[in-house]
């Protein structure tokens, strides 16, 4: 196994989680293996409990594992599978080493940051190696950037694995930001060499330098002084350059100054050229796409680039897979009322509600959806937006006007949603939550069956409490809503459609965590192309 770890330093959000995903497009296009993994300093055990305003969106992965949105471009960027394995943060580690001290497994030993801390970490590193035999390259991201207490023990811990697996079997980037100085006119070394300085302090000296920068490119000069201060050959040092209109663009410009050959020169292996041409394609389709739509995300977290992170990345691939641009309208849910809907939502070709907790806005998306419905503009709905809808339908098509979710309110007349009997027993432990991957099958005949081309059954990601009470389903099929995949396990309902409408479908799972570059998923493409269509006929 080859080992990759990408450290950051200066500044952060210089983008090193895709800095770290496009040389694993660029190695999985060289016909490697790979698979990645995060770090992350920070002491919440996971990101399931963090605000969408601290941290961005939580993805979940198939194995039910809240983890960070990072882990997103990971399995968006290469063909990997992630799992709890590859998402690792300080919390974890410490609630690992202190169960440890607890049970007494240190044998009276003194407990220590290193070796038992660090140890803990190279172990995280041991075991993904041993789950992923068959893959050729590890990449190890380390969130944070270099100099910051917390991450201090994750660094000892890498230089420690390094030393023990063989020098020669790892590659250290670090990816760092060249300033550039207007009033001087120059881009600035320094604040690179000083972080460098500070990784060689714990022991570790990169093999490439990535330089995150405004210009077009790096001079030779340049790349000489980085090289010689920061002790790394000058050919080790690549521009980063800001990508003009797509993160999809990163690979091929990091590809561009052949990062691929230098990784590979490292770690000692001869690959062939990676082989880009479908990926170019498929950057070609997102930046000159034919035609446009503009589709509303009604939520709560709007003015946050990253809360919606995996929604926003699906529209990209079921653009292109129109070959379409999908202008996102984001609406703040709480602004939108019965009364103002048409005008908030003027001019939209589709509308999206995705998934959320708590009860603010939820008013604002009953609205927004009831505005769709009676409009017949194509609607899709994620999990929160899936209860959202059929709280809707309840109250303006069944006329039970008191309909709602027992999450919102507990004394609702018609709790249309709700949590499941043996939920509510385990509610004092708090382990209710539906996490990960379940199976759903899906009724022949419908738009769902017709958008996973006639598959019967499916496996999609969930993460919520609440579900679709079955005593309301009668009424609710009686009245034309069509339940057109289900859990049947657990009898729950997973998809609800309206098929007198050109498109309305609304899911309990997570969509957007399983579509790819190349691979949208088949609801969101399902969404742009009625969109389309109903733009066409307009
Ligand atoms: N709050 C809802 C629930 O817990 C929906 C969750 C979500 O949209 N992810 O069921």
């Not at 939580?58 to 799992?83: K, M, P, W």
């Not at 790892?170 to 604040?191: D, N, Q, R, S």
């Not at 210009?215 to 350059?241: S, Y």
Request: proline share 4%; charged share 25%; aromatic share 8%.
């Amino acid at each position: 196994m080859k080992y990759i770890f990408v450290t950051g330093g200066v500044v952060s959000s210089l983008g090193k989680g895709l800095a770290a995903a496009s040389i694993g497009t660029l190695l999985e296009n060289c016909g490697l293996d790979v698979t990645m993994q995060k770090f992350d300093p920070y002491l919440n055990i996971d990101p399931g409990t963090m605000s969408p305003y601290q941290h961005g969106e939580v993805y979940v992965l198939n194995d039910g594992a809240e983890t960070d949105l990072d882990l997103g471009h990971y399995e968006r960027f290469i063909h990997c599978q992630l799992s709890r394995l590859n998402n690792l943060t300080s919390g974890k580690v410490f609630e690992q080493v202190l169960g440890k001290e607890r049970r007494g497994d240190y044998l009276g030993k003194t407990v220590q940051y290193i070796p038992h801390v660090t140890d803990e970490i190279k172990q995280r590193l041991y075991d993904l190696t041993e789950a992923n035999k068959e893959c050729d390259v590890i990449i190890t991201e380390i969130g944070g950037t270099v100099g910051d207490i917390e991450g201090y023990l994750f660094l000892e811990a890498l230089r420690q694995f390094a030393f023990e697996v063989g020098r020669n079997n790892c590659c250290f980037i670090h990816v760092t930001l060249l300033p550039y100085i207007a009033a001087a006119g120059e881009t600035k070394t320094k604040p690179t060499q000083q972080s460098v300085a500070k990784l060689r302090e714990i022991g570790i000296q990169p093999d490439i330098i990535v330089c995150r920068t405004e210009r077009d490119n790096l001079a030779d000069e340049e790349k000489q002084k980085i090289g010689m201060f920061c002790n790394v050959a000058p050919r080790n040092v690549v521009a980063f350059r800001d990508v003009k209109h797509s993160i999809y663009e990163c690979p091929l410009d990091l590809g561009r100054d052949g990062i691929d050959r230098i990784v590979t020169q490292v770690l000692g292996i001869t690959v062939p050229k990676p082989k880009m041409d479908a990926w170019q394609k498929f950057v070609g389709r997102v930046i000159h796409p034919a035609h446009s739509v503009k589709i509303a995300v009604v939520g709560k977290y709007i003015s946050l680039q990253d809360a919606y992170k995996s929604i926003y990345e699906s529209f990209t691939h079921a653009g292109a897979a129109n070959d379409c641009r999908v202008e996102i309208v984001r609406v703040d849910a709480e602004v939108i009322t019965a009364a103002n809907a048409a005008e908030q939502l003027a001019g939209i070709d589709g509308l999206l509600v995705p998934g959320g907790f708590g009860d603010r806005g939820i008013e604002g998306k009953i609205a927004a959806v009831q505005y769709v419905r009676e409009n017949n503009i194509p609607f899709m709905g994620i999990c929160l937006g899936m209860q959202v809808a059929v709280i809707e339908f309840a109250r303006n098509v069944l006329g039970l006007t008191d309909a709602n979710s027992t999450e919102f309110n507990t004394k609702s007349a018609d709790p249309v949603i709700c949590l499941q009997e043996e939920q509510k027993k385990i509610d004092t432990m708090g382990a209710t939550m539906r996490l990960g991957a379940y199976p759903a099958t899906i009724k022949p005949g419908t738009l769902c069956s017709k958008l996973y081309n006639e598959k019967t059954s499916i496996l999609e990601r969930h993460r919520h409490r609440y579900e679709f009470n079955a005593d309301y389903r009668e009424a609710c099929e009686k009245a034309g809503l069509v339940i057109s995949a289900t859990n049947d396990q657990h009898g729950l309902v997973e998809v609800v459609e309206l098929p007198g409408l050109n498109f309305y479908i609304a899911c309990q799972y997570h969509p957007e965590f399983q579509s790819r570059p190349n691979d949208a998923h088949p609801l969101f493409s399902g969404l742009v192309a009625a969109a389309l269509e109903g733009k066409q006929n307009n």
